[in-house]
């Protein structure tokens, strides 16, 4: 059964220099504290995978914690471009960063390979999109349709954020999420933080409940995943996205807010900060 740790024991056994780790999301329940974690033990050398990487991976691209992303789309959402990814890709600024660039469903595909247990996944797609180098083609044996194949991803660690744990280490989450589970089943080690840990977990409509055996690590963080949301624990802060625009664009003022707002808070101590800090 999954250890229940604090974060900072959790991520120092689980998350390694050199290692391939995912923080999955979607727009909620993104790993904010189990990343800002990872930056403050400075980890280096990680590639770094995620459907869609925003602010939570431009602070640890900008704090020199990945030489490798893997993506399928890249940005501060509504807002525009994330800064200090653009900047170790143009410029190799803190160090540079090779890319390797999915559609989402070849990535979610990818995950469900390697959960599965598979070497690859097939679809249709990849054609005429330019991340034809992504994939290779392969002829169907049945059929002699020619599809895209793409290799399986199995991260070293994934970590996610949801609700609820309760004492044997099984996660509860519901409202919108992404390919967390695939990416959990697909993980050598895990992390989940959450919002609560409680003595029996609560059916909920649209509920996923993740079990233990699947999970290494449970770890406690109350608003683990600001500034984007935990549904039925709190909303978005969009102002914080609004504001990261002119904090990242900066590398001086870049590094000011991350010394402030992540290096010098322990962990986890609830949202950290906000971006007008």
């Known amino acids: 059964m999954a250890q229940i740790l604090g974060l900072a024991d ?24 189990a990343g800002h974690e990872v930056i403050r033990q400075r980890r280096r050398e990680l590639t770094l995978v995620r459907l869609t990487p925003d602010l939570i991976y431009d602070q640890m691209i900008g704090m020199g914690c990945a030489s490798r992303l893997v993506f ?29 660039e ?26 005429g999109t330019g991340l034809e180098s992504a994939a290779r083609t392969i ?6 349709e020619r599809l895209a194949a793409v290799a399986a991803m199995r991260p070293d660690v994934t970590v ?21 589970k695939e990416a959990v089943l697909a993980a050598g080690r895990s992390l989940a933080t959450v919002e609560e840990i409680v003595e029996h977990l609560e059916p909920v409509p649209g509920g996923v409940v993740i079990p233990g055996w699947v999970l ?35 590398r001086d003022r870049f590094v000011s807010w991350m010394e402030a707002n992540v290096l010098q ?13």
């Open 139 to 144: 002829t169907c044996p049945f059929t002699g």
């Open 216 to 250: 290494t690590a449970v770890s406690l963080a109350p608003g683990g995943c600001h500034p984007s949301y935990a549904a039925g624990y709190s909303e978005r802060d969009n102002t914080f996205y609004e504001a990261w625009d002119e904090v990242s664009r900066d």
């Open 102 to 127: 999915h559609s989402h469903a070849g990535l979610t595909n990818r995950y469900v390979a390697g959960a599965a247990g598979l070497p690859f996944a097939v679809l249709r797609g990849y054609a």
């Open 160 to 180: 996610i954020h949801a609700q609820r744990a309760d004492r044997s280490g099984n996660v509860q989450m519901w409202g919108l999420t992404g390919v967390q």
């Open 10 to 33: 959790a991520v120092a056994a689980l998350v390694h220099d050199g290692d391939c780790v995912a923080l999955e999301g979607f727009t909620h329940l993104i790993p904010f504290a």
């Open 72 to 100: 399928s789309w890249g940005g501060n959402p509504g807002v525009g471009s994330l800064h200090r990814f653009r900047d170790a890709v143009e410029h190799g600024w803190p160090a540079p960063l090779a890319i390797e």
């Open 265 to 277: 808070v322990e962990a986890p101590q609830g949202a950290l900060g906000g971006a007008g800090r």
